[in-house]
């Protein structure tokens, strides 16, 4: 299991290299959702998102050997673009295996960044299977967007962030996917501050997390349909033992509540979140007993949204399958 | 003419009203212009723009018994929504007198701040004259947009902030429409770092402060063609004068560029700025020479935008009219 020391030396890894977010705060979102809000922005994070530093972790804990060979990953979200700029940052290649069917500003993030992009048919299976070819041709180690100890300790530097930013937190909050970040920050924050609550944030349509911990068992992610692209991975085999331990509970917000709360962020704290970013404040909102009175922090995890297709916006609404 | 007292002065009014906004940078935004970027965001501010400053100013300069009997503007941007802010941060009321087609937006943000909305013809002559009859009625103060030195010197609280948050500027360069910021930020900013350079933005399509500045006689601003609505208006008698001792040169941005720089902001910084906000970092893009290896800051000055509706999206680039 992921350990505090295993964060706090991926901190000194990678603090050289990360932005230090800010911690923004507003008066409108206090009085929406009823309580103290410190807004951790992991959407101003170097490629837009917190996965910059887990992916950094991993890259700079490899030995000049293993570098020299390259990293390779699948992912169709934030993780494919943050290993490419983090694979630039050490000098090495990157290979990104994404479905045909990807976003083209996923693909787009990786190509910029001086990464390979490797098709494949859209299934996981698939994905996999191109991995490990990219894998057995190159050499490449594999680093997985969450169920990797190195992404775990690279995404907690957000924990040991938040807790030192704001003072006398009751409560910390974080979106759930495939629990790389929240276990991470997990970690860090039971050990530097174990009176801050730890709650997790899904989307109610794949609230496979929730009902992870609530069976004991960890369930697999099942058809979800969330406009949350960012939350619809399932548990890992790393991940769920320490949401099992740390997490006191899981709460889920409906889709109409997460395009609304991705639009206050927008609209009221001038912030481009995507839509899984926004889906800890919509959790929130529909728990006000949780909010009431109490200092909490939430991270907005990303800003990678397409700009010319926004979620308010007329008939794109019909895009929230998986 | 304002002094740098009266800022010091305005700064103790406001300053447990308003945020000391972040200053924020970008490795990306550094590398397209090919300069040290210091973007103090006036976005983040209470009501979405740095008007808040001025209008708060003078709301809390009125004694007692001119206080109880309001406060009026005629705005069609920002100023009327922050005065209405500033006066309910009062307890008194404000009168905005909004032409009949102003942006919905702009309506609602003086009707959820408590503001009374008075409607007029869309002409300037006819905004003066209600005004007038709003005073002739009620009393009610009126609080310029730009050409009133409690105004000036409640902007120039920007100036104050961003030279203390950021050392050793260069240079430090804000959007003109009636020169109310840059007016403000020039007096601070020359008493308190006189060798940093200050540069005013504007749209090449509304270029008259550029204009004024070379001819030595303040020329009207006629018919504006530009998106930045906020930059459409002429300078003022107070604000001219200003501008002439103290700014060293003032230029400009083509409509494309200033679209262009709004888009990097939103999609590289991950933050919501309106047009008029772009203005500055536009004109530095078309600028080379001015930005290579100094350290600049530049204000965002605001980020009220409707949502629905934005500039890189088809068929918005028609709505660039005044």
Chains 1, 2 share one sequence.
């Not at 709460?251 to 970013?277: F, G, N, Q, Y």
Request: proline share 5%; glycine share 12%; aromatic share 4%.
């Amino acid at each position: 299991m992921v350990q505090f020391d295993d964060i706090n030396r991926a901190y000194e890894r990678v603090r050289g290299h990360i932005h230090r977010t800010p911690v923004l705060t507003s008066r409108t979102l206090n009085r929406w959702v009823g309580g103290e809000l410190y807004f951790k922005c992991e959407n101003f994070q170097r490629g837009g998102a917190f996965k910059f530093r887990g992916a950094l972790n991993a890259v700079l804990m490899l030995s000049d050997a293993e570098a020299a060979r390259g990293v390779v990953t699948h992912s169709s979200g934030n993780h494919g673009g943050a290993l490419a700029l983090a694979a630039r940052e050490r000098g090495i290649p990157a290979h990104v295996v994404l479905p045909r069917d990807a976003v083209g500003m996923k693909r787009q993030a990786v190509l910029e960044y001086g990464g390979f992009v490797v098709p494949c048919d859209p299934d996981l299976g698939a994905r996999q299977a191109t991995a490990a070819q990219v894998t057995e041709q190159t050499g490449a180690i594999l680093v997985h967007p969450y169920d990797d100890a190195r992404v775990i300790a690279g995404q907690g530097t957000v924990g040991l962030e938040v807790i030192e930013q704001v003072q006398g937190l009751d409560m910390l909050i974080a979106p759930v996917g495939g629990g790389g970040l929240l276990s991470g920050i997990a970690v860090a924050v039971a050990s530097r501050a174990p009176r801050v609550a730890l709650m997790g944030a899904e989307p109610a349509e794949a609230d496979d997390a929730r009902r992870s911990l609530l069976s004991g068992e960890r369930l697999p992610s099942e058809n979800p349909r969330t406009i949350a692209d960012g939350l619809r991975a399932g548990l890992g085999t790393l991940t769920f033992p320490i949401l099992q331990r740390y997490v006191g509970e899981i709460i889920t917000a409906r889709e109409d509540t997460i395009v609304e709360s991705m639009r206050m962020l927008w609209e009221r704290m001038k912030i481009v979140v995507e839509p899984s970013a926004a889906v800890a404040l919509a959790a929130l909102k529909e728990r006000p007993d949780l909010a009431r009175g109490r200092r909490i922090g939430v991270v907005l995890t990303g800003g990678n949204v397409d700009l010319a297709r926004l979620p308010w916006q007329h008939g794109v609404e019909a895009s929230t399958g998986s």
